[in-house]
């Protein structure tokens, strides 16, 4: 242990003596900055309380707005340089290594610090003093096909010099984290330009950059805690049901619902039905006492008004989604709670694309449509994501309201419901993942989906996710 204290040391006194010497930041640095900005705004949700870990002056912090600043670094010169900069921030001067923390944020952000860490693997440990369950650990490092391009760079005076480097691969960081106690949740490639050139850099970045990965300077990844199983008997569920034209599909939906956690309540929303519907469901409510039954018209029109109308009644700690065409099998659903349950995951999306599907249960055009739309998505997303319009998906009702309170990145978009639950999950960093599920035949009334317009809707989400998660 000591002998590796002597090497922190040496590291750290190399560090210090490069950054203590303050010298005005060439334009280059600036515009790098500025561009590192615009992705850690998308990235760290407005209203978070943010720490930077290695923050230097503080350039960076100042363009994040609307969020709890902190920062932390090594060199007492640079905290001075910070606290000048940001007096409305809180800064302190220790290693990243061996800091004590006297609170915890919900992002801890790591913008280059890694390449320069004397130790990467300690910091990360490390950093879980200042993480809760939820906290986010954003960063990026450098592209290693980079090193010959930046070395010649600084030979040439084109940008600084910096102390040696760690050139950490894409590999090297998930062991790392892993090792750490840490969880990838995503990651994505930026910047091809390191500088706006008067707006010509800019438009490379914003829509050439994401089209090559492989060729981006900044790697960026977000991971969260490792986390821990809930106890099962610990946690409640509300299943919602939008119904609209399934009268006979109500008893069914009630039977083969389980029970799951410690209480399970289930949730109709009924849309403007044309058949016995609503009249069916509240028979069956009477029929069925000893199950926690709950009923509610729409006000207005389509699925996503229906499914907010149900997230508002709900009272469970998780909320499961289940269409009334009983497509999607109820006996599935414990899946999804031991999903979230273990931790495994904080958002659990049905995908009907893996398992062989019974006749008729989805038409061949239709199927080639998922099929492509599920690239696209994924690559949008920059996360895995199957299949987008299955109708069950599973989530805290706490992620629930954090997905709401951010709606306004989005607006009020998605007539279904279902994009503005991924991309709002996705927004947030939640840990996704795909559930495989058997999708069956309708047993009761026709399909109320039409491949021509939900074909449309596709093209028409890929174009708002475009716009507002990858070309930024």
Known sequence: MAATSKILERTWDRLKAHYSQLTPCGAWSRAYRRILGRTYRFLIPVGSRVLEVGCGSGELLQHLPDRTLSGLDLVEEQVDAAKQRLPEAQFSCAAGETATFSQTYDTLLLSDTLNEAADAQQLLQNLHHAATPETRLVLNIHNTLWRPI????????????????????????HNLLDLSGWEMVR??????????????????????????PFACLSLFFVARPKPTPKPAD??????????????????????????????????????????????????????????????????????????????????????????????????????????????????????????????????????????????????LLSMPIKDTLCGTKVFSKTHYEL?????????????????????GAAKLNLKIRDLPIR????????????????????????????????FL
Request: charged content about 25%.
């Open 150 to 173: 930046l070395g010649l760079s600084a030979a040439l005076g084109l940008k600084p010099k910096r102390p040696q480097q760690n050139w950490l691969s894409t590999d090297d960081l």
């Open 439 to 470: 999708y069956q035949s309708r047993t009761y009334g026709e399909p109320q989906i039409d491949r021509w317009r939900d074909g449309m809707l596709l093209i028409r989400m890929g174009i708002f996710a475009a716009r507002k998660i990858k």
């Open 234 to 379: 610990s946690l409640t569920v509300t299943v919602i049901i939008p119904a609209r034209n399934e009268q006979g599909n109500i008893e069914a939906a009630i039977q083969r619902t389980p029970d799951m956690g410690k209480a399970t309540e289930i949730i109709f929303v009924e849309g403007n039905s044309q058949d016995d519907t609503w009249d069916t469901i509240q028979a069956a409510i009477k029929n069925h006492p000893e199950r926690s039954i709950k009923a509610y018209q729409q006000p207005g029109k389509g699925k996503g008004d229906a499914m907010r109308l149900g997230y508002e009644k709900a009272t469970g700690d998780i909320i499961m989604i289940l269409d009334a065409d009983l497509t999607v099998p109820p006996e599935d659903l414990p899946k999804f709670f031991e999903a979230i349950q273990l931790g495994h995951c904080e958002f659990v999306n049905g995908v009907r694309l893996v398992y062989p599907m019974e006749d008729e249960a989805m038409r061949f055009l239709n199927m080639c449509g998922n099929k492509f739309f599920s690239m696209l998505f994924s690559w």
């Open 187 to 212: 990651s994505d490639a930026r910047i091809l330009i390191p500088h706006e050139l008067c707006g010509l850099g800019s438009l490379i970045n914003k829509f050439i950059a994401p089209l090559i």
């Open 403 to 423: 997905i709401e309170a951010n709606r306004s990145y989005f607006g009020n978009f998605d007539p279904f419901g279902d994009f503005d639950l991924i991309f």
